[in-house]
């Protein structure tokens, strides 16, 4: 598959953001978090800017952005619609917390209650981003199990490594937050393994024979190509990057997001002061960028059935 920016941006920066919420509206309630006010502002604004960044960027994508709107009455049946659905609502709890927490300085009772809601949907609205791709029985590498955990899972990194940075940077952090900033990274990078150990050691379950039902005969050869160029099926789904180039590109994200983040979140664990903060923050901008190239080679690895179309031997 073609690994379009605006998409790539969108799962990053809205799972960060929603990741993000997900803690706040957890830790806040319970007191994990002071209700500082401009503690409030900052990661509250920071969470929320960037959901909403992601989900503007995911409209250029569309052939007409401005009817995107359109796509939340499909609710019923489209994973897409309840995505935009829940982004939606989840903007409601979260914003009267932020009215609690930044105006009120108050987190607990009936705002933390917000903070909850807020969460909640944080989770949701992930998880139909998951199901966007997980539902698509054409493409086997996202058809899959993993990819429902493993987009909460970075989602829940990447939100803890910058919870850990804002903490840090308001004299605010505590055990909690360096030891899951810490946890997070093996957790996600862990059952990104996982996955790719099954979509590798598994062989493409449509081929030319099952399509066209002629197996038993022998084996199905393409007499000519249906086009003569390159046309949008071809281009958007024919996409393929050479597996040596895959393969450097998975090692470079395990560096980053399994190495670098845990080493880095260790030092923060055992350091004070400037040292500790540097950490911190080398650390959230590793895990950020491993999880961008984890996205692309998401999109890049996948094969669709309709290549078989155009002489794929398998999908």
């Not at 920071?46 to 959901?51: D, E, K, N, P």
């Not at 952005?65 to 829940?86: D, F, K, T, Y």
């Not at 993993?146 to 940077?169: D, I, K, Q």
């Amino acid at each position: 598959m073609h690994p379009a920016s605006s998409i790539i941006f969108f799962t990053t920066s809205a799972g960060a953001g929603y990741g993000l919420l997900f803690l706040i509206g957890l830790a806040a309630p319970v007191g994990l978090i002071p209700d500082g006010r401009w503690l409030g502002f900052v990661t509250l604004g920071l969470a929320l800017g960037l959901a909403v960044a992601g989900l503007v960027s995911s409209t250029f994508h569309l052939g007409h952005p401005e009817r995107a709107w359109r796509a939340m009455s499909q609710w019923r049946s489209s994973w897409l619609s309840r995505e935009g659905v829940a982004a939606l609502v989840t903007f409601a709890p979260a914003g009267l917390f932020a009215i609690g927490w930044v105006f009120l300085e108050a987190t607990g009772g009936v705002w933390g209650l917000f903070g909850l809601l807020a969460a909640a949907g944080a989770v949701v609205t992930v998880g139909c981003t998951a199901m966007i791709y997980a539902s698509l029985k054409t493409i086997r590498q996202w058809h899959n199990p993993f990819v429902l955990p493993l987009y909460l899972a970075f989602a829940l990194m990447s939100g803890a490594l910058w919870l850990n940075v804002l903490l840090h940077f308001f004299g605010a952090q505590g055990l909690w937050s360096d030891l899951l900033a810490l946890v997070s990274p093996i957790l996600a990078w862990g059952l990104k393994m996982a996955y790719w150990r099954d979509v590798d050691g598994a062989t493409g379950a449509s081929t030319p024979e099952t399509a066209t039902g002629l197996g038993a005969i022998g084996q199905v050869r393409l007499l000519e190509p249906p086009h003569t160029d390159q046309n949008y099926l071809m281009r958007e789904m024919g996409f393929t990057i050479a597996r040596k180039h895959a393969e450097k590109l998975r090692r470079i994200a395990l560096f980053l997001g399994l190495g670098c983040c845990v080493v880095l979140a260790a030092v923060a664990l055992f350091t004070s002061g400037v040292i500790s903060g540097i950490a911190v923050f080398l650390a959230a901008v590793a895990g950020s960028l491993s999880i961008l190239l984890e996205r692309w080679l998401f999109f890049a690895e996948a094969t669709h059935t309709v290549m078989l179309y155009y002489g794929a031997r398998s999908a």
